[in-house]
């Protein structure tokens, strides 16, 4: 049963204040750290702990809209800020703990932070980045007091956080999520799902993440639910988490579904879960999902999302009419449509860009923060615009064709093209570069980059690797480089990503190298 059962949706602060308030020893957050250790909380705790960070907050000067910037990996402290910003009607910015300096003086500048709360780790990163106090969460632990009991909480609407997702620049930009667009969407993963108090997410994904946050935290908060969370994904320790953890649910990328096939031995004990269903997203080949489900004894259920949509457009049903191949049916929440270059629609079979259209704010984002010549081109009429292409079939299940924009897909994470061939080009001995992503049996896709030399300058590949090395997180790192004398272009000067992608494959197939 839905705890959420008004006509505007409560934040996610309440819906907690809910749960423990009707049964305050029920289990919220069973987390396992790197050193094997659990610790539970219980909701009644959960909101202690909320109350108790709201206070600390407010005490360094937080106040209601101002932004903090929270850089730590997944841990109870990052749902202790989340949830306390939200309570004091602050922002959260939750970004990649793997962010250079340069990236986190960017996100700092961008959100306009006021407060950076950061693993003990990160602290140094957090002070070279910007001008802002920094406050680790060791020290929240040690500074914050945390009560017997909390004040009810009032429920929030307006700005929740700012998510920031790699575009087809260096800058990236600040996803604006309201708090009434967490409540929709997880209210609606908790009713496609058919999910019950008794159900438990497995969250092994980053929580800065939107997956974690919009598809399994939220819709574990609207019926009572509770997650088990990890400090990260480890394919060696995914299996063994499945059972022990006891989730119901568990959400995946494609990558680290094929790393859990590829780097574990099947053992008889795999299927001993109460796990019903994991979502994933990105295609897998059929071999490795019905693999997966056969070991685990569970159903794959793949969905297509993205930050700027909350909603996921595309869900499969979680039952056996699911298809591995297709990102799923229209939710029914969301008014979509496929469009040629020209903007009209294209028929069933044929690629077009999504858009999707929705409640501003409530439904789908309401923009990119602080930057309205780009919201207006992402809500451009109404829609807004993927950048994805997609195609439906005669049964009206949707399948992802490619990527408008210039993105690689690696592991899960978001990849700008552009971004990397930026950095690449401050090196001292570089001309251009051309970047984009090899399909990749484990990882979705590789990056690999293209690279033509200053007359006269020398730069191996090894070399031009360990550069991006100090100026890029490591995801973004290019797994090869290529030196080469020229790049494709076409008759207006632009380079041909296409060609360079064909030259690879065919060069693949002969079993060659470049």
């Not at 994904?205 to 574990?220: D, E, I, K, R």
């Not at 090196?427 to 896709?445: F, K, N, R, T």
């Not at 980059?449 to 100026?471: D, F, M, N």
């Not at 790049?487 to 190298?513: I, Q």
Request: proline fraction near 6%; glycine fraction near 8%.
């Amino acid at each position: 049963m839905l705890l959420n059962g008004d006509e505007h949706p409560a934040d996610a602060n309440t819906l907690l204040d809910r749960r423990a308030a009707a049964f305050p020893t029920a289990p919220f957050l069973v987390f396992e750290g790197d050193d094997g250790k659990i610790t539970e909380i219980t909701y009644a705790e959960q909101v202690r702990r909320a109350a108790a960070t709201a206070e600390l907050l407010a005490r360094l000067g937080v106040r209601a809209g101002d932004r903090v910037h929270l850089m730590t990996a997944n841990c109870p402290e990052f749902l202790d800020v989340w949830f306390g910003c939200g309570r004091l009607g602050a922002v959260t910015v939750p970004v990649n703990p793997l962010s250079t300096v340069a990236e986190t003086a960017h996100q700092l500048r961008e959100s306009r932070a006021v407060l950076s709360v950061v693993a003990p780790t990160l602290r140094d990163t957090a002070l070279a980045a910007g001008s802002v106090p920094v406050l680790t969460t060791v020290e929240l632990n040690e500074r914050r007091q945390l009560p017997n009991s909390a004040a009810p909480h009032v429920t929030r609407d307006g700005l929740a956080a700012i998510m920031f997702t790699s575009g087809t620049t260096s800058a990236p930009k600040g996803v604006r999520v309201t708090h009434a667009n967490y409540a929709r969407v997880g209210a609606a993963m908790a009713e496609h799902l058919a999910m019950s108090d008794s159900d438990r997410w497995l969250v092994t994904l980053p929580l800065f993440h939107g997956n974690a946050q919009y598809y399994c935290l939220m819709s574990a908060l609207t019926v009572g639910g509770s997650v088990a969370l990890t400090s990260r994904f480890s394919a060696s320790r995914w299996p063994r988490q499945a059972r022990t953890l006891r989730p119901t649910l568990a959400s995946l990328f494609a990558a680290p579904v094929r790393m859990v096939l590829a780097r574990t031995q099947p053992d008889a004990a795999d299927a001993a879960n109460k796990l019903r269903l994991v979502l994933f997203a990105q295609n897998l080949a059929p071999a490795q999902a019905e693999e997966f489900e056969s070991r685990f004894g569970t159903l794959l259920v793949q969905l297509y999302g993205m930050t700027e949509t909350v909603l996921p457009p595309f869900v499969n049903p979680p039952d056996s009419r699911r298809s591995w191949d297709s990102i799923g049916r229209p939710l029914r929440h969301l008014e979509i449509r496929l469009v040629d270059v020209d903007g009209r629609p294209v028929s069933p079979g044929t690629p077009g860009e999504l858009h999707v259209r929705g409640n501003p704010g409530v439904d789908i984002t309401d923009g990119y923060d602080g930057r309205p010549a780009e919201t207006e081109h992402l809500l451009s009429g109404g829609w807004l615009r993927t950048g994805d292409l997609v195609r439906m079939d005669d049964d009206g299940r949707a399948h992802f064709v490619d990527r408008a924009k210039d993105m690689v897909k690696r592991a899960g994470e978001n990849v700008s093209a552009t971004e990397v061939e930026q950095v690449i080009g401050t090196h001292p001995a570089v001309l251009e570069a051309a970047v984009h992503g090899v399909p990749d049996e484990i990882y979705d896709e590789t990056i690999v980059a293209h690279v033509v030399l200053q007359p006269g300058e020398e730069a191996t590949p090894e070399e031009l690797i360990a550069w991006c090395r100090g100026h890029l997180s490591s995801f973004k790192i290019p797994d090869r480089v290529i030196v080469r004398a020229e790049l494709p272009r076409t008759s207006v000067g632009k380079v041909r990503k296409d060609l360079l992608r064909a030259e690879l494959a065919s060069s693949h197939r002969a079993g060659g190298a470049s």
